[in-house]
């Protein structure tokens, strides 16, 4: 496929882009899902909104290297439901933008389906919370460990869902101001008194910066910290631990490591 200068410049931006954070591109052969991966990576990583089919293919096609044709991404997006993207008519043409929901759907074919994702809107910490004690720790089982480097009380109120057998939480409390940093080691005393499984220990060193949770089978990503879900828009992604791999073992480790060292509050 023969591109055009402005297609040239999209792909030139392509091919020096990380696309960290992302799924791997590799994950998908079918023309609906490179397309909708090739349109988040635009949107989320060179800032470019919306892409017309030839532009999408052009992209498949001399970036990626993969076979498909514009006419295929055409009949796929045609075909598309849900919300998954958005059509724009410009100048006689047509350009595609990928919606929240065509990243989910992206995010669900990775591991052949043992991936499930939670989406948290902007500013709807109410509904967030929600999803996030009724949907995800109600749910969990055996031990967890919890790294968040931001806490307040209200993490003590959502934990209350959790119903795994112990639950141990790894924080850093420098990163709260002095009168939030009183207020939640007092409100922590009260509540070790009433749910001794439940730990916390402080973390001083400056390496802590990830959110996630350690279960014995499955790993959870945060894209924000508990106490902030709702806020702005985050996802939580759960990995089985088998499709996780090597990110687990490292995690585990990390945990493990740092646990030790912590000093409980």
């Known amino acids: 496929m023969e ?3 402005m297609n040239k410049e ?6 020096k882009v990380e696309t960290n954070g992302l799924p791997d591109f590799s994950n998908y052969d079918k023309p ?12 989320e990583k060179i800032n470019i909104k919306t892409l017309t089919a030839y532009e ?3 992209i498949i096609v001399n970036g990626m290297e993969h076979t498909v044709t ?8 045609n075909k598309a439901k849900g919300g998954k993207i958005h059509r724009h008519q410009k100048d006689g043409k047509t350009y595609y933008e990928i919606m929240q929901l065509g990243k989910e759907h992206l995010l669900s074919k990775v591991g052949g389906g043992h991936v499930e994702v939670y989406y948290f809107e902007p500013r709807k910490k109410f509904q967030s919370k929600r999803i996030l004690t009724n949907d995800i720790l109600s749910n969990l089982k055996g031990t967890l460990k919890i790294v968040d480097p931001y806490v307040d009380p209200k993490v003590l109120g959502i934990l209350l869902k959790a119903k795994a057998k112990n639950v141990y939480f790894l924080t850093k409390l420098d990163n709260l101001s002095l009168p939030n940093k ?4 007092a409100e922590l005393q009260d509540f070790k008194s009433e749910y001794p499984n439940i730990e916390f220990r402080n973390y001083t060193s400056s390496d802590i910066h990830d959110r996630y949770i350690i279960l014995n089978d499955s790993l959870i990503l945060l894209g924000h910290s508990i106490k902030d ?3 702005k828009e985050s996802f939580a992604v759960k990995l089985e631990k088998r499709i996780a791999g090597d990110v687990y073992d490292s995690l585990q480790e990390t945990f493990n490591r740092r646990w030790k060292i912590a000093s409980q509050i």
Request: hydrophobic content about 60%.
């Open 182 to 185: 009183k207020q939640f080691v």
């Open 229 to 231: 879900l709702g806020d």
């Open 10 to 15: 999209i792909l030139e931006k392509f091919r």
């Open 56 to 58: 999408i293919a052009d």
């Open 3 to 5: 591109c055009n200068c």
């Open 32 to 43: 609906f899902e490179m397309g909708l991966w090739v349109l988040w990576a635009a949107k």
């Open 70 to 77: 514009a006419r295929a991404i055409v009949n796929a997006f």
